[in-house]
């Protein structure tokens, strides 16, 4: 297993291991449909939440190809969980990995979610050696779209009706970086 070391500090914002305190946080935005928007299924019920956290407590393995790491968003000093930012192996052998975001609108428009996906990008690059990271999401996702762009990944395709989203073509762009990229200030 490859270590890591959480928490992180950034200049606002912990970023540590969920645990199973976080059931209210987590459920408060991961219940909305406006969160789930994006996400290729329904907003989860508080049982499905809790099956969430005590997976992600068990689960911080980064080995084999599907494992994934989800880390949970603090402000400061604070407790309580305004997001979490997930970094998942889609191939250890070639050490490929994809990184996504999740966070509670109360806490939108303030930069937590590019500065925690910055914290959570440079994580993945120094301490689990991945080689490229990248990020898929719906053409339709305008602010990820701009964490991604903030972050300096590149656009490396745009998929055409890829998926569906119930009735909905879905169509998705796929962000990347390398991790010589991110360490020479492109990232
Ligand atoms: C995607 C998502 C995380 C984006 O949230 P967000 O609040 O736009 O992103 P950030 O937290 O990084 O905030 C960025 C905004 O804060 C503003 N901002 C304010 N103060 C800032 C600061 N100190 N530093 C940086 N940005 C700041 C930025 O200008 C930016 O606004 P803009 O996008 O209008 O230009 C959020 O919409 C979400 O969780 N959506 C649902 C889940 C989802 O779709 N996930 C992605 C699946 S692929």
Redesign the pocket.
Known sequence: MTAFSLPVITERLVLRLFTTHDLGDLYAYQSLPD?A???YRPPLTREQCAEKLAQRAAGTAWAEDGDSLTIAVCQGDEESVV?EVVLKLASASARQAEI????N?AH????????AARAAASLAFTELGVHRLF????VL?T??V??CE?LGMRREAHLVENDLDGERWGSEYVYASLAREWKDGRG
């Open positions: 969160v928007r994006f996400l997001g996504g975001w999740v966070f609108p939108g428009g303030r930069g937590y979610a590019t500065e990020a898929r999401l719906d996702n602010g990820s701009r964490v903030r």
